[in-house]
């Protein structure tokens, strides 16, 4: 019966009570920012209750303006109807463990896990991360292809952990190959495939890559056009560090083994960081299995003891009497560039983030979840369970389903129950 139900809920809630102020509490007092997230959340019970009970995490709650954007979009459309991707996406708004405000600006970079660690759209260890920048006392989130989010007001502590406001939703990090081409780095995506490792690197699990740039791959035209598939693959993976994400801040010097087999020596100096003798010029660049950093020159597996001069602005080639091409930048030719980018890092796929138009989706805040109830009701119970109150919450589920609180049509409650509980171990 439905008051079997309703028990339930009301001991969970009681129990959330007697610890301090709820999260409920926190998104209310905040009405004016975030009505429009509260009336998403609150728009079925039981997701309500599962962000409720979630404890020792950290929420970035976008806005009213940053969930506003997503209208009319084609990712509203995909979360309506995606379940994996909305699961993805809600889980990479929540950060495993407690972070106040002072956390991110200890120092000027930061990386912190989060709760997505889904096949399909993560495979860092501890799950993906989002990137922090700290400023004169304001924070930045940089999250896939470099999207910046800015921390509107901060530190609402409540039972469960903490919340944030940020003014634009998360971008969710994609594939190497998806990523590199949203750069224009369609050099290195053209090697990878004329080498046969795509493939093999967007599957690999916990990388750091060193992609050189295009004019990177032309200086030494002449060079690689030369190579046999053998020496280009060797010369990629000494571009790449296989079971480490080497974010910038972790780097100050020494050295790291790479796919290839010999190391790479990392350097200080200028105001620049140098693996070998190539700058890095963009750092930080998160994909679906890990980090890249962008470098100006093409590493020489062959030459592991290139030095850099820290005052020039420019290294010389790696390569010795390497000399630019006249037929374009190499591996180029066959390399479509896309203006979409990537939610998911299955090789090949491109879905389109919030700045997409041409969905169908209304500006109606229950539209994110309305058009698929089902299947927004499993995905954010699979976001919930983990860290949640498990036996109270348990409990309210087995007696939602047994009392046929989702309603005809909508997913089996009990293998929600039950997918639940699978989740809960991960």
């Not at 008051?3 to 969970?12: C, E, G, P, S």
């Not at 999260?23 to 209310?28: I, S």
């Not at 571009?239 to 350097?267: D, M, P, W």
Request: aromatic share 6%.
């Amino acid at each position: 019966m439905k008051w079997r139900q309703l028990l339930v809920l009301t001991a969970v809630r009681a129990a959330r009570i007697a610890h301090g102020q709820t999260l409920e509490d926190v998104l209310t007092s905040q009405a004016a920012t975030l009505s429009t997230l509260n009336s998403w959340l609150l728009s079925e019970e039981l997701i309500f209750e599962v962000m409720s009970n979630a404890q020792g995490i950290t929420l970035l709650a976008p806005s009213n303006n940053a969930i506003s954007q997503l209208y009319n979009t084609a990712l509203a459309t995909q979360l309506a109807t995606d379940p994996n991707l909305l699961t993805a996406f809600l889980s990479y708004h929540v950060l495993n463990g407690v972070y106040q405000m002072s956390d991110f600006t200890s120092n000027r970079l930061g990386s912190f896990p989060t709760f997505m660690n889904m096949a399909g759209y993560s495979n860092v260890s501890g799950g993906q991360t989002i990137e922090t920048l700290s400023e004169n006392g304001a924070v930045t989130f940089i999250t896939g292809n470099g999207a910046e989010t800015n921390v509107e007001t901060y530190d609402f502590k409540y039972a469960g952990g903490t919340l944030h406001i940020i003014d634009s939703v998360l971008t969710i990090p994609g594939s190497v190959t998806d990523t590199l081409l949203s750069g224009g780095r369609t050099a290195a995506v053209g090697a990878l495939r004329r080498a046969g490792i795509e493939d093999a690197l967007n599957a690999a699990s916990d990388v750091t890559i060193f992609v050189p740039t295009n004019d990177a791959f032309n200086a030494i035209g002449s060079t690689v056009n030369s190579m046999t598939l053998e020496q280009l693959t060797q010369v990629l993976n000494y571009h790449i560090i296989q079971g480490k994400v080497l974010y910038s801040q972790l780097i100050s010097g020494g050295s790291e083994a790479t796919r290839e087999g010999n190391s790479i020596n990392f350097r200080l100096g200028g105001g620049s960081l140098f693996v070998n003798s190539a700058r890095i010029v963009d750092s930080d660049i998160l994909v679906g299995n890990g980090v890249v950093h962008v470098v100006d020159n093409v590493l020489n597996p062959s030459n592991t003891t290139a030095t850099p001069v820290t005052t020039a602005s420019t290294q010389a080639p790696a390569f010795d009497g390497a000399t630019t091409t006249t037929g374009g930048v190499p591996f180029t030719s066959a390399v479509v560039t896309t203006t979409t980018t990537s939610t998911s890092t299955h090789t090949g796929t491109a879905t389109a983030t919030a700045s997409a138009t041409g969905a169908t989706s209304s500006g109606d805040p229950s539209a994110l979840d309305s058009a698929a109830a089902d299947t927004t009701i499993r995905a954010v119970v699979a976001l919930g369970g983990v860290r949640a109150g498990w036996t109270v919450f348990w409990a309210s589920c087995l007696a939602a389903a047994g009392d046929g609180w989702l309603g005809a049509g909508r997913v089996s409650a009990l293998a929600m129950c039950a997918s639940l509980a699978s989740l809960w171990y991960l």
